[in-house]
Structure formats: C-alpha cells, structure tokens
C-alpha cells in the first residue's frame, strides 16, 4: 500500500512559478512510476509528466513541455512538479499518482494509487 500527500499549490498570477511536492510512504518508492495529472470541473483526467526509476525517458504532456520539469528524490520518497511560466489553463487540481512499473505510463487508469489533489489557481 502506498499513501501520497500533495502540497504546494495555491493561487498565483500569470508567469509565476510553484513547486508541487507529493510525499510517498512506503519502503520501495524507488520501485515506483510516479505521474502528475490534472483535472478541471466536467473534464477528465489530464495527463502531465511521468518519471520512472528505471528509464531516462520522461514523458510530458504537449501543453506543458519545456515549462514544467518532474523530479524524484527517492531517499525523501518525494516527487516534485516544477511549474514555470504559468498560464491560466494551467488552473486545476493536481494529483500525484503512482504505479509499480518501471516504465514510465500516462493513461490514469494505468496507475494504482492517487494522493488527494492540491489546487493551483492562476490568475490573469
């Protein structure tokens, strides 16, 4: 079982930057894909970035490319979503998802567990 606690997000204008931070538990977080994925009210899940343990592709969506970087820091069993450049159609619930895979996955159906979700709101 894998517990994930996002934090960091929160209202900004546009251009900002936030850091998100999702906090894993369990001894094998390296094991783990860990993904970032967003939703707004009546739209699905949308897919952001994806880092595995195992391969040096990271995958990221194409409306975030070159502004948001993922990252692990597997001793602090800990993700991070970078997020520069911010745009208001970046405004959403973020979630931290994870998934024993070693490939890096980006459909939300492939991942097993999912933290609560942190609000960033960007303003114009």
């Known amino acids: 079982q894998v517990q994930l606690v996002e934090s960091g997000g929160g209202l900004v204008q546009a251009g900002a930057s936030l850091r998100l931070s999702c906090a894993a538990s369990?001894?094998?977080?390296?094991?783990?894909?860990m993904g970032w994925f967003r939703q707004t009210p009546g739209k699905e899940r949308e897919f952001v970035a994806a880092?595995?343990?195992?391969?040096?592709?990271?995958p990221y969506a194409d409306s975030v490319k070159g502004r948001f970087t993922i990252s692990r820091d597997n001793a602090e069993n800990t993700v991070y979503l970078q997020m520069n450049s911010l745009r208001p159609e970046d405004t959403a619930v973020y979630y931290c998802?994870?998934?024993?895979?070693?490939?890096?996955?980006?459909?939300?159906?492939?991942?097993?567990?999912w933290g609560q979700g942190t609000q960033v709101t960007v303003s114009s």
């Open positions: 880092i595995s343990w195992s391969t040096g592709r990271i």
């Open positions: 998802a994870a998934v024993r895979s070693g490939r890096p996955r980006t459909a939300p159906a492939s991942y097993d567990y």
């Open positions: 369990g001894r094998t977080f390296s094991s783990y894909t």
